[in-house]
């Protein structure tokens, strides 16, 4: 198979995507990598129809790939994950509509497009996740306590753009990340952004029967294949906090093959993923309440409800 992967600058040396490169190229597949951040692109020549069985993003957000991929997604291209379903959680305000409107467990959201807004939140919420609605890898990601605490950190909320607040989840200082590969989910335990702990080592951790089931359902709301979820468990039960397509998939095992494997599947079938705007409510199957205890550090994805909505092209964040 020929692919094209859309690698921007940031992730230019790093082992995800360049290890699942090298393996596809050692399988006999060809790979062209595309640094959309790096080069000079013609855009009204940019997609070559028909020359790739498969386009894959690796990009930050609001980086210029996603408009690439978008690109090669109107030229009728197969792309991992789905174009449209990218974009509905690299905006994380968009992503929390969603995600809320379709029975995910996600906290109250609040949308500013100037941090001065922000001081109209009822101080009954407090205290607040402040963060840009394109933020990534932890950046620019604020705790504030009180209406006094967001004062002093408006001037460096200035210039972020479109930002959201959530009011925070009390936790205990580690969240849980799930990665869904190849129709498996694998949890890790790692130290919150908020509450950095050099003592903490990130590590895989049983999977809950609840959390899968959650994290199962974040990729058939968001229309998604190769995904993370970030979960904190909260004193009312797990509430998702983040949503990544194509994340590091640290902790999984012989993680390159298993994404490779992936890629080349999704690519055979034309991608399996539906963006958000065609999926009528698709939630995964309930697991059985013997199964609720704990499930292995590996879990089969439940499967979705079946759905009378004809197949999109493409794979879905």
């Not at 990130?202 to 974040?218: D, K």
């Not at 909260?234 to 993680?255: L, M, T």
């Not at 009528?280 to 979705?304: E, F």
Request: charge should be negative; proline fraction near 10%.
């Amino acid at each position: 198979m020929r692919l094209c992967f859309l690698v921007e600058e940031h992730y230019r040396h790093d082992g995800m995507p360049n290890e699942v490169i090298r393996q596809l190229t050692a399988w006999g597949h060809r790979v062209d990598v595309v640094r959309p951040g790096g080069s000079l692109l013609r855009m009204t020549e940019a997609v070559d129809a028909g020359a790739h069985d498969a386009w894959v993003l690796k990009t930050v957000s609001g980086g210029p790939g996603l408009t690439l991929l978008e690109a090669a997604a109107s030229a009728g291209m197969t792309t991992v994950n789905d174009a449209r379903s990218i974009r509905g959680v690299r905006d994380k305000a968009l992503a929390a509509a969603i995600g809320r409107g379709r029975g995910l467990p996600l906290p109250p959201t609040y949308a500013v497009a100037s941090p001065e807004l922000l001081r109209e939140i009822p101080s009954a919420e407090y205290p607040l996740v402040v963060k840009p609605a394109d933020g990534s890898s932890g950046r620019a990601v604020h705790l504030v306590h009180s209406p006094e605490r967001l004062e002093a950190l408006l001037p460096v909320l200035a210039g972020e753009g479109l930002l959201i607040a959530q009011p925070y989840v009390p936790n205990s200082g580690t969240d849980i990340k799930v990665y869904a590969v190849g129709g498996e989910l694998f949890a890790t335990e790692r130290c919150s952004p908020l509450h950095p702990d050099p003592a903490v080592r990130e590590r895989r951790v049983p999977l809950s029967a609840e959390v899968a089931a959650i994290a199962a359902q974040v990729g058939a709301v968001y229309g998604l294949d190769l995904y993370g979820v970030d979960v904190l468990l909260g004193p009312d039960g797990p509430v998702v906090v983040d949503v990544n397509d194509f994340p590091s998939f640290r902790q999984v095992p012989d993680a390159a093959a298993r994404v490779a494997r992936a890629v080349l599947e999704l690519a055979r079938a034309g991608g399996s993923g539906q963006p958000p705007a065609a999926l009528p409510y698709a939630l995964p199957l309930p697991i059985p309440a013997q199964a609720q205890a704990q499930l292995p550090v590996q879990a089969q994805v439940p499967a979705p409800l079946p759905t009378q909505v004809s197949a999109v092209g493409g794979d879905g964040a």
